[in-house]
């Protein structure tokens, strides 16, 4: 027959964070998406080097890979830009079935210039570096530097104009602009412009966003004054280069935090000055609106902590963690991360370098580590046309075992949500005569879930080494819970399927999620 016309194939969607009912959601190809996210090295973003990332991201059952592009590596001579490199992350990712959060290392990364360009490196006067009190320079470029600021933006665009012809498929679902930006030892530059910026007001919007009066930083932020400052122009400087390169591909950016004290800002333990820590997310939100979500980089072992920057940092939502520390004992707040709704999170220096950032991570990536990543990747994988919806849509908890392993609960509606860990699941706590040894995981640092309430009575339950009691939170005299049913299974093409149902010893003391981590959906209801 006739040869069909020619046709321009539709565009696949460009990826964005758009509001749910209850919290916001990603979308990718149209579609409800978490990143199940795995950060490769600061050094494997190379053709040569790729080869070793992408098995490892396969292995862990990620469907995102987020890599490093240097501003050396595609402007190593001003005004040349070569994206071989970007193309090969491309092409891998795609032969591999892997989206891309491509990782823009430009004036900051963790607040050095070293990713800039020689040219960069070498010129202070078109570059400046932060001046200390006594003019001395610091080793970070000034976030004042007007021509620092246009030729970072300008690469940046132009990374972002090539993903625009070499990425129709949307391969790139996300950019982080920068890498914990900020400074470290010094709370702000000194330099001339600088000190005359610093004497002023405070800008008209930031008074505005933050409702307090317009007068100088000091009067206005005491002794935070420094920390604010450098955040306003930090996150000022961030906006414009997000903004220039969303004017070429309008891509949902990010920033990301080196982290300070999750607890409190009065020691001044607030990571490197003008970075998003938690206690500036309020001027980074009124100082660069162009950025999708902010996020927190966890190296924290303390549990505690770190349930306390996710709840801080996705009450500035969407909650995204761009780095979590990649050994085992951090698998678990991946239940804690997407129990609050999150978009993205990312165990790093995931590849297979061999490169190890121990105390920060795994002392090796071995069995055991990619075992524990993996698991909680494989259940929230195998429903990703079920959860990233529900996520968005209905009330959420989350959690996982802290580090003295004690019970944990909160309430939804009606019902109270208890998880326990290290715990036997037969009659641990009804049939206390019959000895028994101690559970195998009782000090092991893993267990946690997700849940979310479907509707009144109806829960979705995900979870692994972790045991789930509901009870009513407030029963009436002589009323009692009861089990209607509880279904095991999964989500396809977003219709939820039964697998078998759970009865019996198994729902008898309580729901034991084991080792390999599924999804059950239980209806309660009480009787009298
Ligand atoms: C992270 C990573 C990489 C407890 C460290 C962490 C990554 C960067 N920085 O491997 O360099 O590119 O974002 C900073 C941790 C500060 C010390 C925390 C002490």
Same mark, same amino acid.
């Given at each position: 027959?006739?040869?069909?016309?020619?046709?321009?194939?539709?565009?696949?969607?460009?990826?964005?964070?758009?509001?749910?009912?209850?919290?916001?959601?990603?979308?990718?190809?149209?579609?409800?998406?978490?990143?199940?996210?795995?950060?490769?090295?600061?050094?494997?973003?190379?053709?040569?080097?790729?080869?070793?990332?992408?098995?490892?991201?396969?292995?862990?059952?990620?469907?995102?890979?987020?890599?490093?592009?240097?501003?050396?590596?595609?402007?190593?001579?001003?005004?040349?830009?070569?994206?071989?490199?970007?193309?090969?992350?491309?092409?891998?990712?795609?032969?591999?079935?892997?989206?891309?959060?491509?990782?823009?290392?430009?004036?900051?990364?963790?607040?050095?210039?070293?990713?800039?360009?020689?040219?960069?490196?070498?010129?202070?006067?078109?570059?400046?570096?932060?001046?200390?009190?006594?003019?001395?320079?610091?080793?970070?470029?000034?976030?004042?530097?007007?021509?620092?600021?246009?030729?970072?933006?300008?690469?940046?665009?132009?990374?972002?104009?090539?993903?625009?012809?070499?990425?129709?498929?949307?391969?790139?679902?996300?950019?982080?602009? &920068?890498?914990?930006?900020? /400074? %470290?030892?010094? *709370? !702000?530059?000194?330099?001339?412009? $600088?000190? =005359?910026?610093? @004497?002023? +007001?405070?800008?008209?919007?930031?008074?505005?966003?933050?409702?307090?009066?317009?007068?100088?930083?000091?009067?206005?932020?005491?002794?935070?004054? &420094?920390?604010?400052?450098? /955040? %306003?122009?930090? *996150? !000022?400087?961030?906006?414009?280069? $997000?903004? =220039?390169?969303? @004017?070429? +591909?309008?891509?949902?950016?990010?920033?990301?935090?080196?982290?300070?004290?999750?607890?409190?800002?009065?020691?001044?333990?607030?990571?490197?000055?003008?970075?998003?820590?938690?206690?500036?997310?309020?001027?980074?939100?009124?100082?660069?609106?162009?950025?999708?979500?902010?996020?927190?980089?966890?190296?924290?072992?303390?549990?505690?902590?770190?349930?306390?920057?996710?709840?801080?940092?996705?009450?500035?939502?969407?909650?995204?963690?761009?780095?979590?520390?990649?050994?085992?004992?951090?698998?678990?707040?991946?239940?804690?991360?997407?129990?609050?709704?999150?978009?993205?999170?990312?165990?790093?220096?995931?590849?297979?370098?061999?490169?190890?950032?121990?105390?920060?991570?795994?002392?090796?990536?071995?069995?055991?580590?990619?075992?524990?990543?993996?698991?909680?990747?494989?259940?929230?994988?195998?429903?990703?046309?079920?959860?990233?919806?529900?996520?968005?849509?209905?009330?959420?908890?989350?959690?996982?075992?802290?580090?003295?392993?004690?019970?944990?609960?909160?309430?939804?509606?009606?019902?109270?949500?208890?998880?326990?860990?290290?715990?036997?699941?037969?009659?641990?706590?009804?049939?206390?005569?019959?000895?028994?040894?101690?559970?195998?995981?009782?000090?092991?640092?893993?267990?946690?879930?997700?849940?979310?309430?479907?509707?009144?009575?109806?829960?979705?339950?995900?979870?692994?080494?972790?045991?789930?009691?509901?009870?009513?939170?407030?029963?009436?005299?002589?009323?009692?819970?009861?089990?209607?049913?509880?279904?095991?299974?999964?989500?396809?093409?977003?219709?939820?399927?039964?697998?078998?149902?759970?009865?019996?010893?198994?729902?008898?003391?309580?729901?034991?999620?084991?080792?390999?981590?599924?999804?059950?959906?239980?209806?309660?209801?009480?009787?009298?």
């Amino acid at each position: 027959g006739p040869a069909a016309p020619a046709q321009v194939p539709p565009l696949t969607p460009l990826p964005r964070i758009v509001d749910g009912p209850q919290r916001p959601m990603l979308l990718v190809d149209g579609q409800p998406f978490i990143a199940l996210a795995v950060q490769a090295h600061n050094s494997s973003g190379y053709p040569a080097v790729l080869p070793q990332v992408w098995p490892v991201a396969r292995q862990l059952g990620a469907n995102t890979v987020m890599l490093p592009v240097g501003w050396e590596q595609v402007e190593p001579v001003e005004g040349r830009f070569d994206f071989g490199a970007v193309d090969a992350m491309l092409a891998g990712a795609r032969e591999n079935d892997l989206r891309l959060v491509l990782l823009w290392y430009g004036t900051w990364k963790n607040t050095g210039l070293s990713y800039t360009p020689a040219w960069v490196k070498r010129d202070g006067l078109r570059f400046p570096r932060m001046r200390h009190p006594d003019g001395r320079a610091h080793e970070t470029l000034s976030p004042h530097g007007e021509q620092t600021l246009a030729a970072d933006a300008r690469a940046f665009a132009a990374l972002m104009r090539h993903l625009r012809q070499a990425d129709p498929q949307r391969t790139v679902i996300m950019v982080q602009v &920068e890498n914990e930006a900020g /400074s %470290w030892g010094l *709370a !702000r530059d000194h330099s001339a412009h $600088a000190q =005359a910026l610093f @004497a002023d +007001l405070i800008p008209q919007e930031l008074a505005r966003a933050l409702a307090v009066p317009r007068r100088t930083w000091e009067q206005a932020f005491g002794p935070r004054a &420094e920390q604010f400052f450098m /955040s %306003w122009h930090v *996150a !000022r400087y961030i906006e414009h280069v $997000a903004r =220039a390169g969303q @004017a070429e +591909l309008d891509l949902p950016m990010i920033a990301n935090a080196a982290l300070g004290n999750a607890f409190t800002d009065e020691g001044g333990e607030v990571g490197p000055s003008g970075g998003p820590n938690w206690n500036v997310l309020p001027v980074w939100r009124a100082a660069a609106p162009s950025l999708g979500a902010i996020g927190p980089d966890i190296y924290t072992r303390d549990a505690a902590a770190v349930e306390r920057f996710l709840d801080r940092y996705a009450a500035h939502g969407p909650l995204v963690v761009p780095e979590i520390g990649n050994a085992a004992e951090y698998a678990r707040f991946a239940w804690s991360a997407f129990g609050r709704g999150a978009l993205l999170y990312a165990p790093f220096g995931m590849d297979g370098t061999a490169y190890v950032n121990y105390p920060l991570g795994a002392k090796a990536l071995d069995e055991g580590v990619l075992g524990a990543f993996a698991a909680p990747y494989r259940l929230l994988g195998s429903a990703m046309s079920g959860w990233p919806l529900i996520a968005g849509e209905r009330p959420l908890w989350g959690t996982a075992r802290g580090n003295d392993g004690s019970d944990q609960s909160t309430t939804m509606g009606r019902w109270r949500l208890t998880a326990a860990y290290g715990r036997w699941a037969f009659g641990e706590d009804d049939w206390t005569w019959i000895p028994r040894d101690p559970h195998p995981l009782a000090d092991v640092p893993t267990g946690g879930l997700v849940a979310a309430q479907l509707d009144a009575d109806t829960f979705l339950v995900g979870g692994q080494n972790v045991r789930l009691r509901l009870s009513l939170a407030n029963p009436a005299p002589g009323e009692s819970p009861q089990v209607i049913e509880a279904q095991e299974g999964t989500f396809i093409d977003g219709q939820w399927v039964m697998r078998r149902r759970w009865n019996g010893d198994q729902i008898d003391y309580g729901f034991s999620f084991g080792p390999e981590p599924v999804w059950l959906r239980i209806t309660m209801d009480s009787y009298r």
